[in-house]
Nanobody, 122 residues
Framework: VQLQASGGGLVQAGGSLTVSCVASGRKFSTYDMGWFRQAPGKERESAVAFIWSGGTTAYADSVKGRFTISRDNAKNTVYLQMNSLKPEDTAVYYC????????????????WGQGTQVTVSS
């Protein structure tokens, strides 16, 4: 499975941006998908939002109420709509196919895409 993220850019604080991730293959509807981010200077990524194959979603506390994850199985695409952006949201955003049983607190992934840079200016 190959994952291609896009849609990043530079936005002012308080603004909005939507990033997308297209997956290859024919089983996208069965995948549990996640968005992650890695902030500048941080060694490890952090989980941002997950959407399971059945449509259930979960969000990190830091983005709850501001970000929305969604999927379009017909387009093999998962989206992350980001509103009320803050400078601390600046990071490289990655999408991934999650391994069964993953949660925001404890996750593994089977496939990892290249990232898209999101920069929020103050």
């Amino acid at each position: 499975v190959q994952l291609q993220a896009s849609g990043g850019g530079l936005v002012q604080a308080g603004g909005s941006l939507t990033v997308s991730c297209v997956a290859s293959g024919r089983k996208f509807s069965t995948y549990d998908m996640g968005w992650f981010r890695q902030a500048p200077g941080k060694e490890r990524e952090s989980a941002v939002a997950f959407i399971w194959s059945g449509g259930t979603t979960a969000y990190a506390d830091s983005v709850k109420g501001r970000f929305t994850i969604s999927r379009d199985n017909a387009k093999n695409t998962v989206y992350l709509q980001m509103n009320s952006l803050k400078p601390e949201d600046t990071a490289v955003y990655y999408c991934a196919v999650l391994r069964n049983g993953s949660s925001l607190a404890l996750y593994e992934y089977d496939y990892w895409g290249q990232g898209t840079q999101v920069t929020v200016s103050s």
